[in-house]
């Protein structure tokens, strides 16, 4: 398969993550320009001033908490008109959740499931159609190896990241004949602020890895990408345990 | 996010670079410079650390929390005019250098290593061989801002809060955290440096290379000391400047070898070093050799190797760097000092001496004054490490020198106060939240 030009008219959503100042940076590097989405100005504010002096020829910002989902529309359509064109929208808002709070209360798995999955999927409805008349663009969106499987030490979590999954293989289905790339991005662990209070083993990866590993995932349009790609791996194996002895199993 | 208020003080450890000593920790990652002071303070005292490649304690604080600045890593602001560049306190030297290098800049003073955080690099205002043209990494910083365990913000510069600026370059952590930097970097054409390796034999010739070779900006000498007799004190002075010649300014590559393990620690001997530092001498054939070096292995040759301190074993390594003032005549301290080592059976690795420049320093704990500088690295082996350290200690405080705190594990409170007797007036800047092994080390008889 041909290789995309490299993304140049930028929308990030969740802009202050860890990952996506991985993606971010090298692209920066290259002279691209920017619409920034993230709920905390200040922080807004570091990364907007690091990715111009890294070289993105422009940055705008926007401060905005994305579980508001009446808001998107006006949002993106001013991304749109600011960067002229979109060629590639990264979703990168999440949390990460407790699961023993969590799984007590409805209350929070349900603002877990709005944030990881209801947003996205309001952000996601409007880009896909957006991409789907323009004929060309990137949508890519960081869900999570654990989509993959229920576990019980995180299954609120992974449950919002699983339906996003299913969610983005229909609508990659559906528009990937008009030429539009829809990439299900899949990190394992990494070392970002939302994983700080986990102790951490050999298997964290560093941000700036991981986001190499989607700028290529993107390049190579991929449709799933496991990153780092060890994860490929290691998801395979944990698919494949049947479910009889999967329950049994302390994961 | 929820997060355990008790301190852990376990895995994973932090160490410095020289693995000596072991001392457990809490540790808490900072990734914005609004995250201190924290929601939730500590129990324990907290001591900032950067990149952990300072050699001894400093860096560590036994049963406190470490607050974790590599998160800080952003660029906030460059001027290509002037050559100011604005970052957050944990942006590595590397960092700047694969953004500054394309540009046409390089860092106005650099140490044997591009992996320290530029935090860091202010908390123990660290030199170069540059030194005797361009004085400390504190020169050239411009301004920064530190911020209290109690929320106060100070910017700081010479004119600005000037006090705190001169007590928190090489104030080793101790008043606060530095949460951004200005630093000036320096114009470059070209990666290369223009170099020049010559032998010497003893001290008087090393003394008179570095005199005849004032206006080189770069210069330093390895010095063998394990050869005795003939031998005594041989060594490469190497100098350089920055080529005027314009060529490409690309990125480094990233290196790719790295220590994977713990060297058994019998590799490192008086034997095995004898023989490295034996070819490592009779590697440049003649009495001079000229080239044009790349600058990554100019300035870095260890940096290519990663994890290189497991070369000396789990145990880790003692580092120990000394300043002497002139002497007239022979200089009998350094001479003393090599005598010392050769006596004791034990052999330095890395053994690196330097003519430092008058160039005040603008902290108040600055290491660097005129005169010769000596830094070395021992295998932790034992009494017989501590005993040799203990006395080329002494040696330094009985010629008016003094010893690093950032390459230093074992000198005294006796021995700190005497080399730093403004100690006391530096104390009052001190967070009364932070600590640090090194500096509970050092005052415990204050």
Not at chain 1, 134 to 145: C, E, N, P
Not at chain 2, 218 to 227: E, F, L, R
Not at chain 2, 282 to 307: A, C, I, M, R
Request: proline share 6%; net charge neutral.
């Amino acid at each position: 398969m041909a290789n995309s030009p490299k993304p140049s008219h930028i929308l990030v959503l969740g802009a202050t993550s860890a990952i996506a100042i991985g993606v971010m940076r090298p692209l920066a590097e290259q002279g691209a320009s920017f619409y920034l989405v993230a709920r905390n100005p200040e922080k807004l504010k570091a990364v907007a001033s690091d990715l111009e002096t890294r070289g993105a020829s422009a940055v705008f910002t926007c401060v905005m908490d994305l579980d508001d989902t009446a808001v998107h529309e006006a949002m993106l359509a001013e991304a749109a008109g600011k960067l002229e064109t979109i060629d590639l929208a990264l979703i990168a808002h999440g949390i990460l959740g407790d699961q023993e709070h969590d799984q007590a209360s409805f209350a929070a798995t349900e603002a877990i499931l709005h944030t990881n999955f209801l947003s996205a999927v309001s952000l996601i409805t409007w880009l896909a159609n957006y991409f789907e008349s323009t004929h060309q663009g990137t949508l890519a969106v960081i869900s999570s190896v654990a989509g993959d499987r229920g576990r019980k030490s995180n299954y609120v979590y992974g449950a919002s990241k699983g339906a996003l999954n299913i969610f983005l293989e229909g609508v990659r289905n559906r528009i990937d004949r008009s030429g539009v790339h829809v990439l299900t991005i899949k990190p394992g662990f990494v070392a970002t602020p939302m994983t700080a209070h986990v102790p951490q083993n050999a298997l964290f990866a560093h941000p700036a890895a991981v986001g190499r590993g989607i700028l290529k995932a993107i390049e190579k349009r991929k449709d799933v990408a496991y990153v780092p790609p060890i994860w490929a791996l290691i998801m395979l194996v944990i698919r494949s345990i049947p479910e009889a002895i999967f329950k049994k199993l302390n994961l | 996010m929820p997060r355990n208020p008790q301190p852990k003080f376990e895995s994973p450890k932090f160490e410095s670079w020289g693995r000596y000593p072991k001392l457990e920790a809490d540790l808490i990652p900072l990734s914005w410079t609004t995250d201190f002071p924290l929601p939730q303070p500590p129990a324990t005292k907290i001591l900032p650390v950067g990149a952990g490649r300072s050699y001894g304690d400093v860096c560590l604080l036994e049963h406190g929390t470490l607050l974790k600045t590599r998160g800080l890593d952003r660029f906030l602001h460059f001027d290509p005019a002037t050559g100011i560049l604005r970052c957050e306190a944990g942006v590595t030297l590397a960092e700047i250098l694969d953004f500054a290098v394309p540009r046409g800049f390089f860092l106005p003073v650099t140490p044997g290593t591009k992996y320290v955080t530029v935090g860091g690099a202010i908390a123990n205002d660290i030199h170069g061989k540059n030194h005797h043209i361009a004085g400390t990494f504190g020169s050239h910083v411009l301004r920064f801002e530190l911020v209290r365990s109690d929320g106060a913000r100070f910017e700081c510069s010479p004119t600005e809060n000037a006090d705190w600026f001169a007590a928190t370059i090489s104030g080793m952590g101790l008043t606060g955290l530095i949460t951004w930097v200005e630093i000036r970097l320096r114009p470059i054409v070209s990666r290369k440096i223009q170099y020049k390796g010559t032998k010497f034999v003893g001290i008087d010739e090393f003394v008179a290379l570095s005199k005849a070779s004032a206006h080189t900006e770069y210069t330093v000498a390895w010095i063998d000391c394990v050869a005795i007799g003939n031998n005594f004190a041989r060594g490469i002075f190497m100098q350089g400047d920055h080529s005027t010649q314009p060529e490409p300014l690309n990125r480094s590559k990233e290196p790719w070898l790295t220590l994977p393990l713990d060297v058994p620690e019998f590799a490192l001997n008086k034997f095995s070093i004898g023989l490295f530092n034996t070819l490592y001498y009779n590697k440049q054939l003649g009495k001079e050799k000229t080239g044009l070096v790349d600058y990554e292995p100019f300035f870095y040759p260890l940096d290519s190797l990663l994890h290189w301190n497991r070369m000396y074993g789990k145990s880790g390594l003692l580092q120990f760097q000394c300043v002497l003032p002139w002497e007239d005549g022979n200089q009998m301290g350094i001479i003393n000092i090599l005598k010392a080592i050769t006596a004791s059976g034990l052999a330095s690795f890395l053994a690196v001496i330097k003519v430092f420049g008058d160039v005040p320093s603008p902290g108040m704990l600055s290491f660097p004054a005129p005169g010769i500088t000596l830094a070395l690295d021992f295998p932790i082996r034992a009494e017989v490490s501590f005993d040799l350290l203990h006395r080329l200690a002494s040696i330094t405080q009985e010629h008016g020198g003094r010893m690093y705190p950032a390459k230093d594990a074992r000198m005294t409170a006796d021995q700190f106060q005497a080399f730093y007797p403004q100690w006391r007036s530096f104390a009052k800047y001190i967070d009364p939240l932070f600590d640090s092994a090194f500096w509970q080390r050092v005052t415990t008889r204050g």
